[in-house]
C-alpha cells in the first residue's frame, strides 16, 4: 500500500499561536489530498479537500480562515492552524487517494495537537 | 446526508472467539466501504475495502460482508487474538468525488 508520512506527530503549542501540520504521499503523486479531525473517542470527521494548484474545499462549518491548506506541490500538503484556541486540540489525519479512481485511500499516522 | 452507525460501541471477548462487528450507512448508493482498525493515537490501517458491486473480501482472519440494499457490513473476525485489540471503523465511499463518511467506531478488547 501507498505510504503517506506525517510531520510533526505530535505538538505541543501555546493559545494564539499558529501550527503547520505536513502531510507527504512518498509513494506516488497526488492531485487531491484530504484532511481529517478526530476528537477524543469520536469518529473522523472530513474537514476539506486539498486541490494540487486551486484553492482546497472545505467541509460545512469549516472555517478556511481558521485552518490554512496549501497543496504546495503533488506531494506535500499543509494545514496551519491559526490562532490555535484549545478547542482545537485533536488529532488531525490525512489521507491520499489511489490515483483518479479514489477507489481507496491511504491514510497518514495523525499529528496530536494540543493547545495549552 | 450519509451516517454510518456501528454497533456495538464496544466489545470485549476471551482469546479465541470468532466476533462480528456491525456497521450500518443510511443512503445505498455507495461507491464503496473500507474497514479500517485504528490503534490507539494512531492513524488507520485499512483492512478491506468492499467494492458496490461486490458481497465480501477476506483477508487472513477477516471477512467483511456488504449487503448494499439493506445498508449494512459486517467484520467478522475468526479466532480472535490479543494483538486485535484495537478501534475498528467502517467508513462508506458516496456521493461527490472521494468523501468518506466515518463510523462511529468499536473498541476492541481481546483478553488472555
Known amino acids: 500500500g501507498a505510504v503517506v508520512s506525517q510531520h510533526p506527530s505530535r505538538v505541543i503549542c501555546k493559545s494564539g499561536t499558529s501550527v503547520k501540520i505536513e502531510c507527504r504521499s512518498l509513494d506516488f503523486q497526488a492531485t487531491t489530498m484530504f484532511w481529517y479531525r478526530q476528537f477524543p473517542k469520536q469518529s473522523l470527521m472530513l474537514m476539506a479537500t486539498?486541490?494540487?494548484?486551486?484553492?482546497?474545499?472545505?467541509e460545512q462549518g469549516v472555517e478556511k480562515d481558521k485552518f490554512l491548506i496549501n497543496h504546495a506541490s503533488l506531494t506535500l500538503s499543509t494545514l496551519t492552524v491559526t490562532s490555535a484556541h484549545p478547542e482545537d486540540s485533536s488529532f488531525y489525519i490525512c489521507s491520499v487517494p489511489r490515483s483518479f479512481s479514489y477507489n481507496e485511500q491511504f491514510f497518514g499516522p495523525g499529528t496530536r495537537l494540543t493547545v495549552l | 446526508k450519509q451516517e454510518v452507525t456501528q454497533i456495538p460501541a464496544a466489545l470485549s471477548v476471551p482469546e479465541g472467539e470468532n466476533l462480528v462487528l456491525n456497521c450500518s450507512f443510511t443512503d445505498s448508493a455507495i461507491y464503496n466501504l473500507q474497514w479500517f482498525r485504528q490503534d490507539p493515537g494512531k492513524g488507520l490501517t485499512s483492512l478491506l475495502l468492499i467494492q458496490s458491486s461486490q458481497r465480501e473480501q477476506t483477508s487472513g482472519r477477516l471477512n467483511a460482508s456488504l449487503d448494499k440494499s439493506s445498508g449494512r457490513s459486517t467484520l467478522y473476525i475468526a479466532a480472535s487474538q490479543p494483538g486485535d485489540s484495537a478501534t475498528y471503523l467502517c467508513?462508506?465511499?458516496?456521493?461527490?468525488?472521494?468523501?468518506?463518511?466515518f463510523g462511529t467506531g468499536t473498541r476492541l478488547q481481546v483478553t488472555l
Open positions: 467508513a462508506v465511499r458516496s456521493g461527490t468525488a472521494s468523501k468518506l463518511t
Open positions: 486539498s486541490n494540487e494548484g486551486s484553492k482546497a474545499t472545505y
